[in-house]
């Protein structure tokens, strides 16, 4: 299992923000695809799931409203656009395939002016 993310970097409070994580080694389309953020200092939390047969969604109450998780089986790419985005939104941004114990090298997102 290979997961790669990417889009991340320096956005000022109220930006917006579209993260990408390419995946290989498994069937992408049958896995939840989940996206997980570490503050520093803290631990990893999940943020957004997306379930691989019909595309329904969960997302922790502090996503709801503001980011939106999606996936293109197609490509084997789970993204997750981020609007509206504050200072408390600062941590590194990590996929993971339900089921798997691999993470990528995440994707930074410092939130700040």
């Known amino acids: 299992v290979q997961l790669v993310e990417s889009g991340g970097g320096l956005v000022q409070p109220g930006g917006s923000l579209r993260l990408s994580c390419a995946a290989s080694?498994?069937?992408?389309?049958?896995?939840?695809m989940s996206w997980y953020r570490q503050a520093p200092g803290k631990e990893r939390e999940l943020v957004a799931r997306?379930?691989?047969?019909?595309?329904?969604?969960f997302y922790v109450d502090s996503a709801k409203g503001r980011f939106t998780i999606s996936r293109d089986n197609a490509k084997n790419t789970v993204y997750l656009q981020m609007n509206s985005l504050q200072p408390e939104d600062t941590a590194v941004y990590y996929c993971?395939?339900?089921?798997?114990?691999?993470w990528g090298q995440g994707t930074q997102v410092p939130v700040s002016t």
């Open positions: 993971n395939a339900l089921g798997f114990n691999s």
């Open positions: 080694g498994f069937t992408f389309s049958r896995y939840a």
């Open positions: 997306i379930f691989g047969t019909g595309g329904s969604t």
